[in-house]
Structures are given as structure tokens and as C-alpha cells.
């Protein structure tokens, strides 16, 4: 995750133009390694294993992880203690958020607020717009996350299901900059945010685009400061889930949550 170099060699401006970070023996010594803590919040109103998915991708980091189980109101299905959103950030704000959820395709969602606990859900991305280093949204947490950043998402008439194929389009992004130039993605998922929406909201400043796929359009974008990032695919699916075999995605979730933990290790204060 970083090197340790003399502040006057003669590639450090290469490397770190390179996203590779670059300290001195000095600041290597002063940093007492700790864990992670990472707030997760699961908008899913029934028992699955989206979030224990996510704590493999977690845990492929050399950074040790806390994972918070954040108390929104709905079924605690990791087997975690869980604590409010007010608690978890009592001692010292986390360190990084996770959102993430999958909806019933039965239920009548016609916008993000009619999903189960977005009233409390939107105070704490409110509470980490500034406050946190970086949240993620995957799946309906990234349509939490669009939401809370005002990115306007509609019911779609039919639900989008399947493997697509996607495109990496930021290779200067910190996070996101070294995800393939072609990759599959997986998604799921009732909402839709139109194109000409986050090309207008590109426009203004507002996020910069970070994938785009053939089917469904632009899924993964994020704020020009890198706190916030959605996700509107499926990246910790299994492959059975979607009728197939083998995962030709795992590679992109795993570089995704490699990278984001990175940023966030980087721009937490150690």
C-alpha cells in the first residue's frame, strides 16, 4: 500500500503520480497502525448474505478491518453487536461507511425514500458527506448514496437483471482509476438514474463518471472530493445467483474494495 523511500528520491514524484504513496523512514516510524473501523449499514428489510459477502473483500486488506454494525431498525442479520449511527461515531468517527441492500422485486419501491429505514439512512449520509472519509454505496445503498447527494433515481418499469459487459472511464481516479478497461458486473436492481441526469450533474462539478456498461448505462460514479462513491451494480454476488458457473467479476469487487480501503487508510488521520 506504500513505500517507504528518502524524500529525495528521484521517482517519488513518478510513483506518486502513479497513485503509489511514498513516505520517509521518519513518518514510517511515527505512524501507530490501527484498525479500520468501517460503519456498515444493510437496507435489505430481509434475512441475506449481502453483507457477510462484503466482509470477504473487507478482509483481503492487509489493514485490519473493525467492521460497526450500524443500527437502522431493520433485522440484524450478521451476528454483530449492533449500535445507532450516533453511537458509532461517539468515541471517534469511523473511518469509513458502507452501504449496502438489496430490495424485493414484488414490493411497489416507486423512489428511494419508500424504501425500508431511508429515514434514518439519511441523516448518517448527511452526518458523513463531511464527516467521513469515504462511504460506498453497493447496489440500493448506491442508490442511498446518489440520493443523498441529490442524483435523482426512478422506478424502472422492469427490473434490471444479468451480467453486463462495463468500462472503467477515470484511469486519474484514486480509487477507481485502476479498475480494467473492460469487466463484467453484475446488477440487480429496480432503480434508474437517466443518463442525461449524471451528465448534468457531471457538468456542474457535482461527480465525476467512474464505469460505465452496455446495458443499464452509467453505474458507478462518485463526489470530485472521493468521499462518496455509489455503485448501482452488484460487484459481491455469487455467480449461482445469476445463473452461472463461475464469477468473471470477482476481480473488480476485489480491486474496488482494495482501493477504497487504500484511500481511506491514506486520508484517515493516523
Not at 54 to 72: A, C, F, K
Not at 121 to 130: C, E, N, S
Request: contains cysteine; glycine residues 8%; charged residues 25%.
Amino acid at each position: 500500500m506504500t513505500v517507504i523511500l528518502p524524500q529525495e528520491y528521484h521517482a517519488r514524484r513518478w510513483l506518486e503520480s502513479h497513485r503509489i504513496s511514498c513516505i520517509t523512514q521518519d513518518e514510517a516510524l511515527r505512524q501507530d497502525i490501527r484498525a479500520l473501523r468501517i460503519g456498515l449499514i444493510d437496507l435489505t428489510p430481509e434475512r441475506t448474505e449481502a453483507t457477510e459477502r462484503l466482509l470477504q473483500p473487507l478482509g483481503r486488506s492487509i489493514i485490519h478491518i473493525e467492521p460497526v454494525l450500524v443500527d437502522v431498525g431493520l433485522e440484524n442479520r450478521l451476528g454483530l453487536p449492533a449500535v445507532s449511527f450516533e453511537e458509532a461515531n461517539a468515541a471517534k468517527t469511523l473511518d469509513g461507511l458502507l452501504v449496502t441492500g438489496r430490495i424485493d422485486p414484488d414490493e411497489p419501491y416507486v423512489s428511494p425514500e419508500s424504501v425500508p429505514a431511508w429515514d434514518r439512512v439519511k441523516p448518517a449520509l448527511d452526518f458523513a458527506r463531511t464527516r467521513i472519509v469515504g462511504t460506498l454505496g453497493i447496489s440500493l445503498g448506491g442508490v442511498a448514496v446518489a440520493h443523498a447527494l441529490g442524483i435523482k433515481a426512478e422506478a424502472r418499469e422492469e427490473r434490471l437483471d444479468g451480467v453486463f459487459r462495463s468500462y472503467g472511464i477515470n484511469r486519474t481516479h484514486p480509487i477507481c482509476g485502476d479498475l480494467d478497461d473492460e469487466f463484467d458486473c453484475p446488477q440487480r436492481r429496480l432503480f434508474h438514474i437517466d443518463e442525461s441526469v449524471l451528465r448534468y450533474h457531471e457538468q456542474r462539478g457535482h461527480v465525476s463518471l467512474l464505469a460505465d456498461s452496455d446495458v443499464g448505462g452509467f453505474f458507478l460514479f462518485g463526489t470530485p472530493d472521493y468521499r462518496m462513491i455509489a455503485h448501482l451494480g452488484d460487484p459481491a454476488a455469487k455467480a449461482a445467483e445469476y445463473g452461472r458457473e463461475d464469477s468473471t467479476w470477482r476481480s473488480h469487487r476485489n480491486e474496488l474494495f482494495t482501493s477504497w480501503i487504500k484511500y481511506l487508510y491514506l486520508a484517515n488521520d493516523y
